[in-house]
Nanobody, 121 residues
Framework: QVQLVESGGGSVQSGGSLRLSCAAS????????MAWFRQAPGKQREGVAV???????TYADSVRGRFTISQDNAKNTLYLHMNNLKPDDTAMYYC???????????????WGQGTQVTVSS
C-alpha cells in the first residue's frame, strides 16, 4: 500500500494561485498512474488531472488551461499548480495512485487524506 500525503492547500481570493504537493512513501511513478481529485461538500468526487508514465497529462474541462499536473520522480512527489482560481474550485483535494489513467475515482486504490482549498470571491 502506497502512503500519500498532500500539502499546500489554503485560502485564497479569486484569481489567486496555489501549489499542491503529494509526497509518496515509495517509488510510485514506474508502477502507478498518479492523479488529483477533488470533492466539494454535497458533491461527488471528481477527477481534476492525471499524468501517465510518459508524463503526458489529462485534465478535466473545468480546469484545463488553469491547472498543471507535474511530478518529480527523484522526490517521489506529485504537484498540482493551480492558477486563476475560482470559487467553484473550492473543495478538498486528494492525491491518488492507481493502475488506471482516467479521471474517474474507480481503479485508484491508494488515496491521501486530502488538503482543503478555499477560494473566496
Amino acid at each position: 500500500q502506497v502512503q500519500l500525503v498532500e500539502s499546500g492547500g489554503g485560502s485564497v481570493q479569486s484569481g489567486g494561485s496555489l501549489r499542491l504537493s503529494c509526497a509518496a512513501s515509495e517509488l510510485t511513478y514506474s508502477s502507478y498512474y498518479m492523479a488529483w481529485f477533488r470533492q466539494a461538500p454535497g458533491k461527488q468526487r471528481e477527477g481534476v488531472a492525471v499524468i501517465d508514465r510518459d508524463g503526458i497529462p489529462t485534465y478535466a474541462d473545468s480546469v484545463r488551461g488553469r491547472f498543471t499536473i507535474s511530478q518529480d520522480n527523484a522526490k517521489n512527489t506529485l504537484y498540482l499548480h493551480m492558477n486563476n482560481l475560482k470559487p467553484d474550485d473550492t473543495a478538498m483535494y486528494y492525491c491518488a495512485a492507481g493502475r488506471v489513467a482516467w479521471l474517474r475515482p474507480v481503479g485508484y486504490n491508494n488515496w491521501g487524506q486530502g488538503t482543503q482549498v478555499t477560494v473566496s470571491s
